[in-house]
């Protein structure tokens, strides 16, 4: 969306975006736009691209294209002070403290903060969207089911003190209620923290029900974009990947 001057609102623009990985080309032009706070859906299947873009926005792979958020170019800027600036990226692997409890975890999310009243405020949120993390604060995250260690993986994202999320998979193996837990967290946060959130996921319903608007990804192509509802409607998507037909 842009404004009557021609200038984005935008929090995050990617425009027409390439990956290599030697010979090969993991994105191709791929161009998304996310407005602040909006959930933002990218589904598609395994090795479709999904990752490789959320490594790129996060700096962790060398790209050609442009990727601005909230202004600024990314070209230039190195993942810490990604973070700092408050785009905040919980990866697919979780990437946690395993010997660690779930308290240190979190704490660990707010090394770069400064201000301790505000990381306190944050702590009791995160702990009251995920009650089991409360339970288990002082339990070792090695010794936490999966679906309860991608709670704390997503409470550690957000004691980053983030204003875009970027989550990579957040589903993935993990049970039909642990998901729905997840899902009402994403609401939750959206709704009442007014948090943006791009979510990358293979599990197309779950995105679909959740974000306002999505793409779709494939061979590192972006193919569709629109809202929830033209993606509910469009024929391939329904049959290729919500197995409606």
């Known amino acids: 969306m842009t404004?009557?001057?021609?200038?984005?609102?935008?929090?995050?623009?990617?425009?027409?975006?390439?990956?290599?990985?030697?010979?090969?080309?993991?994105?191709?032009?791929?161009?998304?736009?996310?407005?602040?706070?909006e959930i933002y859906g990218v589904i598609g299947p395994n090795g479709a691209g999904k990752t490789t873009m959320l490594n790129a926005i996060a700096g962790f792979v060398d790209y050609e294209g442009m990727i601005r958020y909230d202004g600024t170019n990314l070209a230039a800027v190195n993942p810490q002070q990604i973070v700092r600036n408050g785009l905040?990226?919980?990866?697919?692997?979780?990437?946690?403290?395993?010997?660690?409890?779930?308290?240190?975890?979190?704490?660990?999310?707010?090394?770069?903060?400064?201000?301790?009243d505000a990381v306190k405020a944050d702590l009791a949120m995160v702990y009251d969207l995920f009650p089991?993390?409360?339970?288990?604060?002082?339990q070792e995250a090695e010794t936490m089911s999966g679906g309860e260690q991608q709670m704390l993986a997503v409470g550690r994202a957000l004691m980053s003190d983030p204003d875009l999320l970027m989550l990579d998979e957040p589903t993935l193996g993990l049970a039909p209620v642990i998901i729905e837990d997840i899902g009402r967290a994403l609401e939750?946060?959206?709704?009442?923290?007014?948090?943006?959130?791009?979510?990358?996921?293979?599990?197309?319903?779950?995105?679909?029900?959740?974000?306002?608007r999505l793409s779709l990804i494939e061979t590192g192509e972006i193919e569709l974009s629109g809202t929830s509802a033209e993606f509910h409607d469009n024929e391939y998507v329904r049959e290729a990947y919500v197995g409606v037909h």
């Open 88 to 116: 905040v990226y919980c990866t697919e692997d979780r990437d946690l403290f395993p010997y660690f409890s779930v308290h240190e975890n979190l704490l660990m999310g707010a090394q770069f903060r400064d201000d301790r």
């Open 188 to 212: 939750t946060l959206q709704q009442e923290e007014g948090l943006t959130i791009l979510l990358a996921e293979q599990n197309s319903t779950f995105a679909l029900n959740h974000a306002e």
């Open 3 to 37: 404004d009557t001057n021609g200038t984005t609102n935008a929090i995050l623009d990617v425009d027409d975006l390439d990956v290599y990985y030697g010979k090969s080309h993991a994105l191709k032009g791929v161009s998304l736009s996310i407005e602040p706070g």
């Open 132 to 138: 089991r993390l409360d339970e288990r604060r002082e």
